[in-house]
């Protein structure tokens, strides 16, 4: 032993190579799970998830400094003072650490006694006034909790996030009875080192950052990305999932009531889906690249250290980890793992990959995936040409003058000199190069750019140089748009609009010029009509175009799991909510205190929101006790009494509506009143989970016991009867009988059990029927048998109709093979 250390440290003096990140996992139990057998040192774990862990006791304090010791030492003890730099020790969700070293000392900290695996670590990036209303919290949920200045009361909602802007009305707490002591919640506040104060008020009642990762990697700017928990960004997130922190916080627990002001019109009033709840935010994500796992991770570790309730995360990997091959087993995975055995539920955005299969970025069975919904108000505009006809489009302005045509005249048609050609100056982003005199109190029409897309133009702009030049509006007009581009109305103080029809020929046909092609007059017209009036139709909710789909996978080689994600589908698209004016991520809002926004990054945190109401009426259930009460209540019909569908795009890559389907939606579309009462749950937990993963083909049981430091000692058979509120069976030959345990959280009642699946596919389930007391639990099975081979999925359910009026509803996918 003595002299493999010597070797080890003799090769540790000669590394080499380019430093980077590495998140590395050590023998011994963290805090959450050490049951005792080390000298001088207590058992730290709790036995019920339900009971918190004092992080303040000696017998916690005293094994998480040896832990931290035992990192400090393995380092130590293999490599030179000032070859490495420890980022982080891990000890509270996992046992480990992360650190600043190059290639080789990872390979040599990999082969190293105590040492269970090194990984490189891998970047993540990130993925309202109408939604209460839509989802029946006012009147059918929020009286329950005492009415929405009780809604969420003493729960804390975590936010893994870029940060927060504290002094938005959304966030404050001057309006607002105060907020006492909350015990429970150890986090801390950080000092503003400008202002010298922190950035809690009650309401906000922690707030850190996380940053040690992108610093030592060199992607770190304090001048842009704020040394602090101050919100740069808006929102907050990871990886391939859109969002803004401030935003995603005020979606979940904003102030109620808050009006959504922009350019002197009104749109509403905004609230969070639990108003009165508590915000800590953990800044762990920033403007220009993301976010790094190891940063992650410890904010996460520190945030159910602290005692949050609900964790938000709208976030997601870029790519893979390098060295792992389930999704389910990796650093962030099983850190939320951790987490959920400390009794936090968990919510992440899905990924904005849609509309096509296998996007998903959230994969495992104790975290809750969010899909992205269209709910039922859009916004349209439309322009009325001089020769009578009408082009609909997209803009969210006032109207030109009533009963008036103005002419249009094209930016390009009105320099000031040609030389200003290099400025793009179609794109109306530069005043200064268009000729005032030609412009005033005409439309001014502008080409849509590629500026537009990557960012350097915007349509903020484009009403900015419309207004100096005297404009009476502006037409944004999109020639050749590439297939599917979905186009978001941004609210602007004058009349403009986004035109993807006919209008540049119309121009051309109107506008007469001389050989040169120098205009000789200007004969085309129009009028903007009023874009500020929401519509609302019935055709909702609808699973949104980028809202990423299923099936999920277990590698990523992409092979199909044993376990349905999404998990459930909540508003995601077009969602207003609190905006950081210092934000820069959506160059429409700069300077704006309210965002319009679409993503699952939005979606998240309605669940978030809601499951915060759920864990304040039962504040004894489990996080998969509330992921259940979730998914068995959620709907598949739309408020037309239809099923629901699903944004796609057709053959010629426009957007269609096509039947949804599991793979879409997960349950369905979150309903927040039936889930405060759903009569049964499927209940899970830690050993569950470790079972879940113990029996998926090809997870290795020397690789579990690495991350969770638990040996597999029992299975379940197939994959397929972990207790979730959900059944996918990837490949299915012949016969397979599928175990359920549900539990009943009201009174006495009896369930009738039905099925039904799509006739590919033969389902039965045992018993037909079942009475349980209040806190039973009973078995049933469902059983699946191919009849034919299709090649595709299958889709069904299972109904249990209580004689009490309660439906609890599982989703069943699976495809049928011959062998």
């Known amino acids: 032993m003595g002299f493999s250390v010597v070797i080890v440290l003799l090769l540790g003096i000669l590394n080499v190579g380019k430093a980077e990140i590495y998140i590395v996992t050590v023998e011994g139990e963290p805090v959450i799970s050490y049951k005792g057998g080390i000298d001088g040192f207590e058992a730290t774990a709790v036995e019920e998830s339900d009971e918190k862990i004092d992080t303040t006791s000696e017998l916690v304090i005293s094994y998480a400094t040896h832990l931290v010791k035992r990192h400090d030492m ?4 293999l490599f030179d003072r000032g070859t490495y730099k420890k980022i982080y020790s891990y000890h509270h969700l996992i046992n480990g650490f992360a650190a600043h070293i190059s290639h080789e000392q990872a390979e040599i900290l990999s082969r190293a006694p105590g040492v269970k695996s090194v990984e490189r670590d891998w970047k993540v990036r990130r993925l309202t006034t109408h939604t209460p209303q839509f989802l029946g919290l006012p009147t059918g949920v929020w009286p329950m909790g005492g009415g929405f200045d009780r809604a969420g009361e003493d729960i804390v909602i975590g936010f893994i996030d870029s940060g927060i802007y504290p002094h938005h009305p959304s966030f404050a707490s001057h309006n607002t009875e105060p907020y006492g002591p909350l015990p429970k919640y150890r986090g801390k506040c950080e000092i503003d080192p400008n202002t010298k104060k922190d950035y809690c008020n009650g309401k906000i009642i922690g707030a850190q950052h996380f940053a040690e990762a992108a610093k030592a990697a060199g992607s770190f700017n304090p001048a842009v990305d704020f040394d602090s928990p101050l919100d740069g960004d808006g929102h907050g997130r990871l990886t391939p999932v859109v969002l803004f922190a401030s935003h995603t916080a005020a979606i979940a627990a904003g102030n109620n009531g808050i009006p959504v002001r922009m350019h002197g019109f009104e749109f509403g009033r905004a609230s969070g889906m639990a108003p009165r709840a508590r915000i800590a935010v953990y800044k762990a ?6 976010g790094f796992v190891a940063d992650v991770v410890a904010a996460i570790e520190q945030a159910v250290h602290d005692g949050v309730d609900i964790l938000n995360l709208s976030v997601g990997p870029n790519s893979p980890p390098a060295t792992t091959k389930t999704t389910f087993l990796n650093p962030f995975d099983v850190t939320l793992l951790s987490a959920v055995k400390a009794g936090v539920f968990v919510a992440q955005a899905a990924g904005n990959g849609g509309p096509f299969p296998k996007t998903l970025l959230s994969y495992s069975p104790w975290i809750a995936s969010v899909a992205a919904a269209v709910d039922d108000r859009s916004y349209k505009n439309h322009l009325t040409l001089g020769n009578g006809k009408i082009l609909s489009g997209i803009g ?18 009105v320099l000031l000199d040609s030389s200003v050609t290099k400025y793009s100056p179609a794109d109306c982003q530069r005043p200064e190069v268009l000729n005032k005199n030609l412009v005033e109190g005409n439309i001014l029409l502008c080409g849509y750019s590629f500026n537009f897309v990557v960012g350097t133009a915007s349509i903020k702009k484009v009403a900015e140089t419309a207004k100096a030049l ?6 944004l007009a999109v020639e050749n748009a590439s297939p599917g581009t979905k186009f978001d109305p941004v609210p602007v103080r004058l009349p403009g609009i986004l035109i993807t029809d006919e209008l540049v020929n119309y121009y051309n046909i109107t506008t007469s010029r001389d050989w040169t092609g120098r205009v000789k007059s200007f004969k085309s017209a129009g009028s903007i009509g009023n874009g500020l009036r929401p519509i609302l139709h019935k055709s909702a909710p609808q699973v949104a175009v980028f809202s990423a789909r299923g099936p999920n996978i277990k590698d990523y080689s992409f092979q199909d799991a044993d376990l349905l994600k999404p998990d459930i589908l909540a508003p995601g698209s077009l969602i207003w909510a609190a905006w950081a004016p210092n934000g820069t991520d959506e160059a429409n809002y700069c300077g704006e205190g309210f965002a319009m926004i679409s993503g699952t990054s939005m979606a998240a945190p309605h669940i978030a929101g809601i499951a915060s109401l759920i864990k304040q009426h039962h504040p004894h259930w489990s996080p998969a006790a509330i992921k259940s009460a979730l998914m068995t209540t959620s709907s598949t019909i739309d408020r037309a009494e239809r099923p629901l569908q699903a944004q796609q795009y057709s053959g010629s890559e426009t957007l269609t509506l096509v039947p949804a389907t599991p793979f879409d939606y997960g349950s369905g579309h979150v309903n927040p009143r039936a889930a405060l009462d759903p009569g049964l749950i499927f209940d899970a937990g830690y050993q569950d989970y470790l079972g879940f993963l113990c029996t998926v083909p090809g997870i290795d049981a020397h690789e579990i016991k690495n991350f969770t ?6 299975t379940l058979g197939h994959p397929s009867n972990f207790n979730s509120p959900s059944i996918a069976v990837s490949h299915l030959v012949g016969t397979q009988t599928i175990t359920r345990t549900v539990t009943n959280v009201a009174e006495e009642e009896t369930y009738v059990v039905t099925a039904r699946m799509a006739p590919e596919i033969a389902i039965e389930t045992n018993p037909p029927a079942m009475t349980l007391r209040r806190g039973a639990s009973r078995k049933f099975t469902i059983t699946l048998t191919v009849r034919s ?13 209580g004689s009490r009026g309660h439906k609890v509803r599982i989703p069943v996918v699976a495809m049928g093979y011959d062998r």
């Not at 393995?74 to 003890?77: D, G, H, K, P, R």
């Not at 994500?285 to 993301?290: E, V």
């Not at 969210?396 to 048609?413: E, G, I, K, Q, Y």
Request: net charge positive; with cysteine.
């Open 789 to 801: 081979v299709s090649g595709a999925y299958s889709f069904g359910e299972v109904l249990l109709k």
């Open 396 to 413: 969210l302005s006032p109207s030109t003058h009533p009963n008036r045509t103005f002419t249009m005249v094209a930016a390009n048609d």
């Open 470 to 475: 005297g404009a009476a509006g502006f037409v």
């Open 709 to 714: 430091h638990s040996p597999c000692n029992y």
């Open 285 to 290: 994500l920033y403007r220009l690249f993301g």
């Open 74 to 77: 393995i380092l130590a003890l």
